[in-house]
């Protein structure tokens, strides 16, 4: 009988991939963190749209487990920014079921009836207790987590648990609002700081954005020396090559890439790994879909799959940009760092050769932030900008080639 052979690749959001290519050197890196006794770094995990934070995160989970630590946490919403309360409800909320195993005594509950008679009941490390030992502290939001996280771990070191790691996604959602006088992401800081220094174990994993550093930093200086940055970067070619073929190398795969094919992939991606999942699904599926239409050579370029790229990934961002912030995208995708890092002063330079209608300083800085509010670019510590998502230079100059061509 002929096994059908699922298209293995998993262009997405968190998906794990059929084969994880590279990052052993992170994971080795993380597991390091494991090893501190106090606790005095933890992990800020950053990067690009789609360059794999979330599923190196998820191999970080099997790796402390295996090292008797306990590993709580989610992705966070935007709505998590709101109050310290929900921020902390949420920490309590991730720590329950971890530890809700553990009987830290009984409630005794008088019986009234013909003989009056006492009810035991095994009081467990639930939620509700986390809770009311929550509510019941007295102090600011800082001091009632802090005697939450007290509390679990004056029960959790009778246990062989060696610590618990927080490990929380798109954590760049969290911000201070002064205006509403709540700040989630101080209290965050305050309370991992202050319980460090007590030596607890509880390790702390930010993942998220390239925004996120900065932020943490600015609500808190001390971020700086609380957090090691982990930047993961675009997967070099060997492990392109990997991420490419080592899912179709299994018995029955219909599907080849030839290495012209591998070597456009690994071009056109950039090394990036969502890109590479990407193209190597979509070829993949074309491939069968022209073998199935009966022919007997089928060919599938790089070339025909980054026009879906295009449509499918970049074309929905596009549309969300007005005419004058094209034009100065355009300005900024003809630049030869484009893909690395961009300052005002270059665009403005660029942008007198470029347009009848340049841009002055004032209008790019005001540009730029509204973009990077939207998620395209985002500035970086020494306050140049970089595009928040991959490759977004050459999408750009591919719609300016086109446009030409379609004006000639
Ligand atoms: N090391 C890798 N090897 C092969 N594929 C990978 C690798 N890392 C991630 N991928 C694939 O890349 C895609 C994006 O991964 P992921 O969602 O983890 O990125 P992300 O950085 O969390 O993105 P976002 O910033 O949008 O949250 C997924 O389809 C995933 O399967
Ligand atoms: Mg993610």
């Not at 009984?106 to 009810?119: A, H, L, M, N, P």
């Not at 648990?161 to 490990?167: D, K």
């Not at 060997?238 to 992939?265: M, T, W, Y």
């Not at 330079?349 to 002055?360: H, I, Q, R, V, Y």
Request: glycine share 6%.
């Amino acid at each position: 009988m002929v096994t059908l052979f699922q298209n293995p690749f998993r262009p997405g959001a968190g998906h794990p991939p059929p084969y994880l290519a590279g990052r052993e050197a992170e994971r080795q890196d993380f597991a390091r963190h494991l090893e501190q006794q106090p606790i005095l770094a933890n992990l800020v995990l950053t990067g690009l749209r789609g360059v794999g934070k979330t599923v190196l995160l998820e191999t970080f989970k099997p790796i402390a487990i295996q090292k008797g630590w306990l590993w709580a946490g989610t992705d966070l919403s935007e709505s998590v920014s709101v109050s310290e309360e929900i921020v902390a409800v949420r920490i309590l909320a991730d720590l329950a079921p971890l530890v809700s195993g553990i009987k830290v005594g009984e409630s005794q509950k008088r019986r009234i009836g013909f003989t009056s008679s006492v009810e035991r009941k095994a009081l467990h490390l639930d939620f509700d207790l986390l809770k009311r030992v929550h509510d019941e502290t007295p102090g600011l939001a800082s001091d009632k987590l802090k005697a939450v996280l007290e509390f679990v771990w004056s029960c959790l070191s009778h246990t062989r648990c060696r610590g618990v790691v927080l490990a929380y996604d798109e954590a760049q959602n969290l911000s201070d609002q002064a205006a509403g006088h709540q700040y989630p992401l101080s209290l965050l800081l305050d309370v991992f700081q202050s319980i460090q220094k007590k030596e607890l174990p509880f390790l702390l994993v930010l993942t998220g954005l390239p925004t996120l550093f900065p932020k943490l930093v600015e609500a808190r200086t001390f971020s700086e020396r609380m957090f090691h940055v982990m930047t993961l970067d675009r997967l070099i070619d060997k492990e392109s090559r990997d991420a490419i073929l080592k899912p179709i190398e299994r018995q029955n795969c219909p599907v080849h890439f030839s290495d012209q094919a591998v070597k456009g992939i690994i071009d056109h991606s950039g090394g990036y790994p969502y890109f590479i999942q990407f193209l190597c699904r979509e070829m993949f599926d074309s491939y069968l879909q022209q073998k199935a239409a009966g022919d007997a050579k089928p060919r599938v370029t790089v070339a025909q799959t980054l026009r879906k790229l295009d449509s499918d990934f970049f074309a929905g961002r596009w549309s969300r940009v007005t005419d004058r912030q094209r034009e100065l995208l355009s300005v900024v995708a003809v630049l030869p760092n484009c893909d690395d890092e961009f300052s005002v002063l270059e665009i403005v330079e660029d942008s007198k050769k470029a347009l009848t209608k340049p841009f002055s300083a004032s209008h790019v800085n005001q540009m730029l932030a509204k973009l990077a509010e939207s998620g395209l670019v985002y500035k970086n510590r020494h306050g140049r900008y970089s595009f928040a998502v991959p490759l977004l230079g050459g999408f750009i100059s591919r719609q300016q080639t086109e446009g030409l061509l379609k004006n000639l």
